[in-house]
Protein backbone atom coordinates (compact mmCIF):
# COMPACT_ATOMS: atom_id res chain seq x y z
CA UNK A 1 0.00 0.00 0.00
CA UNK A 2 1.26 2.95 -0.82
CA UNK A 3 1.28 6.83 1.49
CA UNK A 4 -1.57 8.11 0.01
CA UNK A 5 -3.73 5.16 0.42
CA UNK A 6 -2.64 4.63 3.98
CA UNK A 7 -3.28 8.00 4.51
CA UNK A 8 -6.42 8.31 2.95
CA UNK A 9 -7.78 5.39 5.09
CA UNK A 10 -5.83 7.32 8.51
CA UNK A 11 -8.06 10.06 7.41
CA UNK A 12 -11.49 8.52 6.97
CA UNK A 13 -10.84 6.58 10.75
CA UNK A 14 -14.14 6.37 12.58
CA UNK A 15 -12.10 7.10 15.96
CA UNK A 16 -10.65 10.32 14.68
CA UNK A 17 -12.76 13.59 15.55
CA UNK A 18 -13.59 15.61 13.02
CA UNK A 19 -11.39 18.50 14.45
CA UNK A 20 -8.32 16.25 15.00
CA UNK A 21 -9.30 14.91 11.18
CA UNK A 22 -8.54 18.53 9.59
CA UNK A 23 -6.06 19.37 11.74
CA UNK A 24 -4.34 16.20 10.92
CA UNK A 25 -4.74 16.07 6.47
CA UNK A 26 -2.31 18.84 6.07
CA UNK A 27 0.67 16.91 8.57
CA UNK A 28 0.03 13.98 7.01
CA UNK A 29 -0.26 14.88 3.58
CA UNK A 30 2.67 16.96 3.68
CA UNK A 31 4.49 13.74 5.24
CA UNK A 32 3.77 11.64 2.54
CA UNK A 33 4.57 14.34 -0.42
CA UNK A 34 7.93 14.40 1.36
CA UNK A 35 8.26 10.85 1.27
CA UNK A 36 7.90 10.41 -2.43
CA UNK A 37 10.61 13.38 -2.83
CA UNK A 38 12.85 10.63 -1.16
CA UNK A 39 11.30 7.59 -3.11
CA UNK A 40 10.26 6.24 0.13
CA UNK A 41 8.08 3.85 0.84
CA UNK A 42 5.65 3.92 3.77
CA UNK A 43 7.08 0.42 4.97
CA UNK A 44 10.61 1.55 4.95
CA UNK A 45 10.10 4.39 7.41
CA UNK A 46 12.35 4.00 10.58
CA UNK A 47 13.71 6.16 13.11
CA UNK A 48 15.92 7.70 11.38
CA UNK A 49 13.22 8.62 8.34
CA UNK A 50 11.71 10.56 11.34
CA UNK A 51 15.04 12.37 12.02
CA UNK A 52 15.41 13.13 8.67
CA UNK A 53 12.30 14.43 8.67
CA UNK A 54 11.96 16.40 11.88
CA UNK A 55 15.75 17.66 10.62
CA UNK A 56 13.94 18.97 7.45
CA UNK A 57 11.09 20.74 9.59
CA UNK A 58 13.26 22.99 11.23
CA UNK A 59 15.51 24.19 8.78
CA UNK A 60 15.74 26.59 6.08
CA UNK A 61 15.08 23.94 3.19
CA UNK A 62 11.61 23.43 3.73
CA UNK A 63 9.12 25.46 1.80
CA UNK A 64 8.03 28.47 3.81
CA UNK A 65 10.84 28.02 6.37
CA UNK A 66 12.04 27.13 9.51
CA UNK A 67 9.12 26.18 11.96
CA UNK A 68 9.20 26.46 15.45
CA UNK A 69 9.62 23.63 18.20
CA UNK A 70 5.97 23.66 18.95
CA UNK A 71 4.67 23.37 15.37
CA UNK A 72 7.10 20.65 14.86
CA UNK A 73 5.62 18.81 17.97
CA UNK A 74 2.60 19.47 16.54
CA UNK A 75 3.16 17.80 13.03
CA UNK A 76 4.93 14.94 14.33
CA UNK A 77 2.49 13.62 16.61
CA UNK A 78 -0.07 13.30 13.78
CA UNK A 79 2.96 11.87 11.26
CA UNK A 80 3.46 9.04 14.19
CA UNK A 81 -0.76 8.59 14.60
CA UNK A 82 -0.32 7.73 11.31
CA UNK A 83 2.06 5.73 11.29
CA UNK A 84 0.48 3.61 14.42
CA UNK A 85 -2.38 3.20 12.27
CA UNK A 86 -0.59 2.00 8.87
CA UNK A 87 2.78 0.45 10.11
CA UNK A 88 1.42 -0.91 14.11
CA UNK A 89 2.53 0.97 17.33
CA UNK A 90 5.48 -1.46 16.95
CA UNK A 91 7.48 0.47 14.24
CA UNK A 92 6.94 4.24 15.25
CA UNK A 93 9.70 4.74 17.89
CA UNK A 94 8.53 6.36 21.18
CA UNK A 95 11.85 8.48 21.08
CA UNK A 96 12.16 12.41 21.65
CA UNK A 97 12.56 13.45 18.18
CA UNK A 98 10.93 17.64 18.11
CA UNK A 99 13.38 20.14 19.35
CA UNK A 100 12.41 21.34 22.39
CA UNK A 101 10.40 23.99 23.26
CA UNK A 102 12.19 27.08 24.21
CA UNK A 103 11.00 28.32 27.77
CA UNK A 104 8.53 30.78 27.64
CA UNK A 105 8.41 33.02 30.71
CA UNK A 106 5.25 33.99 32.49
CA UNK A 107 3.38 36.88 31.19
CA UNK A 108 3.30 38.51 34.65
CA UNK A 109 1.24 42.16 35.42
CA UNK A 110 3.00 44.46 37.92
CA UNK A 111 1.76 44.93 41.08
CA UNK A 112 0.59 48.47 40.43
CA UNK A 113 -0.97 47.26 37.00
CA UNK A 114 -3.01 44.42 39.27
CA UNK A 115 -4.23 47.30 41.66
CA UNK A 116 -5.47 49.11 38.80
CA UNK A 117 -7.35 46.05 37.10
CA UNK A 118 -8.48 45.30 40.78
CA UNK A 119 -9.84 48.96 41.31
CA UNK A 120 -11.65 49.29 38.03
CA UNK A 121 -14.07 46.30 38.74
CA UNK A 122 -15.89 48.60 41.74
CA UNK A 123 -19.45 49.58 41.18
CA UNK A 124 -23.09 49.43 42.43
CA UNK A 125 -24.90 46.39 43.15
CA UNK A 126 -24.53 42.66 43.76
CA UNK A 127 -22.72 42.10 40.64
CA UNK A 128 -19.80 44.13 40.76
CA UNK A 129 -18.71 43.49 44.35
CA UNK A 130 -19.23 39.63 43.28
CA UNK A 131 -16.77 40.50 40.39
CA UNK A 132 -14.33 42.13 42.75
CA UNK A 133 -14.69 39.64 45.25
CA UNK A 134 -13.64 36.73 43.16
CA UNK A 135 -10.53 38.35 41.26
CA UNK A 136 -9.28 39.03 44.41
CA UNK A 137 -9.50 35.66 45.63
CA UNK A 138 -8.09 34.53 42.31
CA UNK A 139 -5.04 36.80 42.55
CA UNK A 140 -4.37 36.21 46.38
CA UNK A 141 -4.78 32.60 46.48
CA UNK A 142 -3.16 31.99 42.87
CA UNK A 143 -6.12 30.20 41.90
CA UNK A 144 -6.95 28.84 38.53
CA UNK A 145 -9.91 29.90 36.97
CA UNK A 146 -11.68 26.38 37.25
CA UNK A 147 -10.35 25.97 41.00
CA UNK A 148 -11.78 29.62 41.85
CA UNK A 149 -15.91 28.84 40.56
CA UNK A 150 -15.45 25.45 41.76
CA UNK A 151 -15.05 26.63 45.54
CA UNK A 152 -18.04 26.25 47.83
CA UNK A 153 -18.83 27.99 50.64
CA UNK A 154 -17.43 25.77 53.36
CA UNK A 155 -14.04 26.09 51.21
CA UNK A 156 -13.11 29.67 52.82
CA UNK A 157 -11.98 29.46 56.46
CA UNK A 158 -12.42 32.77 58.00
CA UNK A 159 -11.29 32.04 61.23
CA UNK A 160 -8.32 30.01 60.75
CA UNK A 161 -7.98 32.51 57.25
CA UNK A 162 -7.43 29.86 54.76
CA UNK A 163 -9.02 28.54 51.45
CA UNK A 164 -9.64 24.69 50.62
CA UNK A 165 -8.72 24.35 47.30
CA UNK A 166 -10.28 20.76 45.95
CA UNK A 167 -8.03 18.73 43.69
CA UNK A 168 -7.18 21.20 40.85
CA UNK A 169 -5.31 20.18 37.79
CA UNK A 170 -2.42 18.75 39.79
CA UNK A 171 -4.94 16.20 41.43
CA UNK A 172 -3.78 17.18 44.90
CA UNK A 173 -6.29 18.87 47.16
CA UNK A 174 -4.30 22.39 48.80
CA UNK A 175 -5.16 24.62 51.61
CA UNK A 176 -3.52 28.35 50.69
CA UNK A 177 -3.86 31.39 53.16
CA UNK A 178 -6.83 33.82 52.54
CA UNK A 179 -5.27 37.04 52.06
CA UNK A 180 -6.70 40.00 54.23
CA UNK A 181 -8.08 42.52 51.27
CA UNK A 182 -9.52 39.24 49.90
CA UNK A 183 -11.05 37.83 52.71
CA UNK A 184 -12.42 41.46 53.36
CA UNK A 185 -14.27 41.41 49.71
CA UNK A 186 -15.28 37.98 49.79
CA UNK A 187 -16.89 38.50 53.23
CA UNK A 188 -18.69 41.70 51.71
CA UNK A 189 -19.65 39.48 49.06
CA UNK A 190 -21.35 37.12 51.17
CA UNK A 191 -22.57 39.42 53.34
CA UNK A 192 -24.14 42.28 50.87
CA UNK A 193 -24.37 40.68 47.32
CA UNK A 194 -24.75 36.87 47.43
CA UNK A 195 -27.92 36.75 49.65
CA UNK A 196 -29.64 38.72 46.49
CA UNK A 197 -28.12 36.32 43.79
CA UNK A 198 -29.02 32.98 45.71
CA UNK A 199 -32.02 30.78 44.09
CA UNK A 200 -32.53 27.84 46.71
CA UNK A 201 -30.03 25.27 48.03
CA UNK A 202 -26.65 26.31 46.59
CA UNK A 203 -23.63 25.40 47.74
CA UNK A 204 -21.45 27.44 44.98
CA UNK A 205 -19.44 30.21 46.47
CA UNK A 206 -19.37 32.43 43.88
CA UNK A 207 -22.87 32.70 41.76
CA UNK A 208 -24.36 34.03 38.82
CA UNK A 209 -27.19 36.26 38.15
CA UNK A 210 -29.52 33.17 37.73
CA UNK A 211 -28.29 31.94 41.37
CA UNK A 212 -26.02 29.14 39.77
CA UNK A 213 -22.19 28.11 39.75
CA UNK A 214 -20.68 30.53 37.96
CA UNK A 215 -18.22 29.07 35.34
CA UNK A 216 -14.93 30.34 33.71
CA UNK A 217 -16.39 32.33 30.49
CA UNK A 218 -17.58 35.04 33.63
CA UNK A 219 -14.04 35.52 35.05
CA UNK A 220 -12.16 35.49 31.62
CA UNK A 221 -15.26 38.34 30.76
CA UNK A 222 -14.06 40.33 33.83
CA UNK A 223 -10.06 39.77 33.39
CA UNK A 224 -9.23 38.67 29.78
CA UNK A 225 -6.48 36.45 30.36
CA UNK A 226 -6.88 35.25 34.49
CA UNK A 227 -3.91 33.25 34.48
CA UNK A 228 -1.56 36.12 34.36
CA UNK A 229 -3.10 37.09 37.88
CA UNK A 230 -1.81 33.42 39.23
CA UNK A 231 1.70 34.55 37.56
CA UNK A 232 1.51 37.80 38.97
CA UNK A 233 0.67 36.08 42.50
CA UNK A 234 4.05 33.68 42.14
CA UNK A 235 5.91 36.32 40.55
CA UNK A 236 4.88 38.53 43.49
CA UNK A 237 5.61 36.56 45.88
CA UNK A 238 9.07 35.25 44.94
CA UNK A 239 9.97 39.23 44.68
CA UNK A 240 8.77 39.44 48.17
CA UNK A 241 11.47 36.73 49.26
CA UNK A 242 9.23 33.54 49.28
CA UNK A 243 11.45 30.56 47.87
CA UNK A 244 10.50 27.99 44.97
CA UNK A 245 9.69 25.60 47.06
CA UNK A 246 6.42 27.45 48.91
CA UNK A 247 5.31 28.88 45.57
CA UNK A 248 4.98 24.98 44.47
CA UNK A 249 2.96 23.90 47.57
CA UNK A 250 0.58 27.47 47.00
CA UNK A 251 0.37 26.63 43.50
CA UNK A 252 -0.46 23.05 43.66
CA UNK A 253 2.05 22.26 41.38
CA UNK A 254 2.71 18.75 41.80
CA UNK A 255 6.39 18.81 40.72
CA UNK A 256 9.21 21.40 41.32
CA UNK A 257 10.39 21.55 37.50
CA UNK A 258 7.21 23.33 36.34
CA UNK A 259 7.13 26.35 39.32
CA UNK A 260 10.78 26.96 37.98
CA UNK A 261 9.51 28.77 35.14
CA UNK A 262 9.68 31.45 37.87
CA UNK A 263 13.30 31.17 38.84
CA UNK A 264 14.35 34.25 36.69
CA UNK A 265 12.18 36.14 38.97
CA UNK A 266 14.39 34.84 41.80
CA UNK A 267 17.64 34.79 39.99
CA UNK A 268 16.82 38.79 39.23
CA UNK A 269 15.65 39.56 43.05
CA UNK A 270 19.00 37.84 44.61
CA UNK A 271 20.81 39.83 41.97
CA UNK A 272 19.56 43.45 43.25
CA UNK A 273 20.20 42.26 46.90
CA UNK A 274 23.68 40.92 45.69
CA UNK A 275 24.11 44.73 44.16
CA UNK A 276 22.89 46.57 47.15
CA UNK A 277 25.24 44.23 49.84
CA UNK A 278 28.06 42.82 48.51
CA UNK A 279 30.89 44.81 48.62
CA UNK A 280 32.72 43.81 45.17
CA UNK A 281 29.23 44.02 43.39
Excluded at 98 to 119: H, I, M, S, T, Y
Excluded at 249 to 276: F, M, N, P, W
Amino acid sequence: MDAHTAAARFLESPSLADGTRRAYRVDVTEFCRWLDSQGTALDDVDVRTLVEYVGLLGSGRRPGGRLAPATISRKLAAVRAFLRHSLGAARVPDARLAPRRGRRLPDAPRQDAVEKELASLEGEGPLPLRNRALVELVYSAGLRSAEAVGLDLADVDFEQELVHVRRGKGGKDRVVPLGEEAAHWVARYLHDARPELARGANDALFISATGKRLDTSTLRRLVPHPHRLRHAFATHLLEGGADLRTIQELLGHSSLSTTQIYSHVDARRLRKVYDSSHPRS
